[in-house]
């Protein structure tokens, strides 16, 4: 491209937003909405999916041991379980502690164990974590032929539910932002649209003397990328005080509540916002452009 187009292009640019001011500046405050609402999802969606893999993250099978388990033995079961394949952690936990803890979880009710008169039926065991939640059901059984061990349980029916939930997160998370971007495209087509009806005449004008599709459909993408980039960064400095100020209030009140970081997220969510913004802006211009060109 020579110089001297681009510098035609680009004074056509700043001519078209001049001579719609009023125009332009409701197309970038639409565009910045439009964009504001696709990042809130977007911040949404990934943050929604954090929580979800902090959940699988947690997956723990509880491995409850024979009676009459040795110390010894123990140990050796123990360096077994860590050496199996996904295993993360292997906490030993005594009767002792288990009765203690199932005392902590009935809190009032506690006294419905003075029946048992000082016995603790509860048995030794461990608690295993799990690397990756898909390999939880074959851990479980594999650990469950291990000598010494007399069950382990893992909760399948509420593990179900869990991976069930986060692959609906992550399904409807891609269909919501195709559908923001869609929607995001059609009001900067149609807020474009009217730019390029206002000069119709003029680009048939220009067919009719010999200019060809892409010297015309130029300015006009050129103007669609300006407004998606200012309407961009509106949203990202919405978008960027506004997520500061959740992440803020959250921590203040759930220190270890699962959410992504600031930082980088907040430069990778502006990069998606400000970029994605001029490409959709270039898109609308192309396609509101298509049917004026065909004289």
Same mark, same amino acid.
Request: no cysteine; net charge negative.
């Given at each position: ?7 035609? *292009?680009?004074?056509?640019? /700043? ?9 332009? =500046? ?19 969606v990934l943050n929604m999916n954090k929580m979800a893999e902090s959940l699988e993250s947690q997956v723990?099978?509880? %491995?409850?041991l024979e009676e009459g388990t040795t110390s010894s033995e123990i140990r050796s079961l123990e360096a ?9 952690? =292997? ?14 979880? !009935? ?18 065991? /461990?608690? =295993? ?5 898909? @390999? ?12 010494? =061990?007399?069950? +382990?349980?893992?909760?399948?029916? %509420? ?14 998370? !891609?269909? !919501?932002?195709?559908?923001? &971007?869609?929607?995001? @495209? *059609? ?5 474009? $649209?009217?730019?390029?009806?206002? $000069? ?10 010999? +200019?060809?599709?892409?010297? #015309? ?12 980039? *200012?309407?961009?960064? !509106?949203?990202?400095? #919405?978008?960027? /005080?506004?997520?500061? &100020?959740? %992440? ?17 997220? @907040? ?6 916002? %400000? /970029?994605?913004?001029?490409? #959709? ?15």
């Open positions: 491209m020579k110089i001297r187009t681009l510098e035609y *292009f680009v004074r056509e640019v /700043f001519l078209s937003l001049k001579r719609n001011n009023w125009m332009s =500046v409701a197309s970038v405050g639409t565009v910045a909405v439009s964009l504001f609402i696709f990042g809130m999802f977007l911040m949404l723990q099978i509880n %491995v409850y077994e379980l860590n050496d199996m394949q996904g295993v993360e952690k =292997v906490t030993f936990v005594s009767k002792d502690e288990a009765m203690e803890r199932f005392k902590e979880r !009935l809190g009032d009710q506690s006294s419905i164990l003075d029946a048992l008169d000082d016995t603790n039926p509860l048995p030794d065991g /461990f608690e =295993v974590m799990i690397t990756q939640p898909e @390999l939880v059901e074959t851990a479980a059984k594999n650990i469950e032929q291990h000598k010494h =061990v007399e069950s +382990a349980k893992y909760g399948q029916d %509420v593990m179900e539910h869990l991976f069930d939930i986060t692959r609906l997160i992550r399904f409807f998370g !891609l269909v !919501l932002m195709l559908f923001l &971007a869609g929607a995001t @495209l *059609f009001i900067i087509s149609n807020t474009i $649209r009217l730019t390029v009806f206002a $000069r119709r005449k003029e680009i048939a004008i220009m067919k009719y003397v010999g +200019a060809t599709d892409w010297f #015309i459909r130029w300015p006009f993408m050129m103007e669609g990328m300006v407004l998606g980039l *200012f309407g961009g960064i !509106l949203a990202n400095i #919405i978008l960027r /005080f506004g997520y500061s &100020a959740l %992440v803020s209030e959250i921590y203040s009140a759930l220190a270890f509540f699962p959410l992504i970081p600031e930082q980088p997220f @907040l430069n990778y969510i502006s990069i998606v916002v %400000v /970029f994605g913004g001029m490409a #959709i802006g270039a898109m609308g211009s192309t396609i509101s452009l298509k049917r004026f060109l065909e004289v």
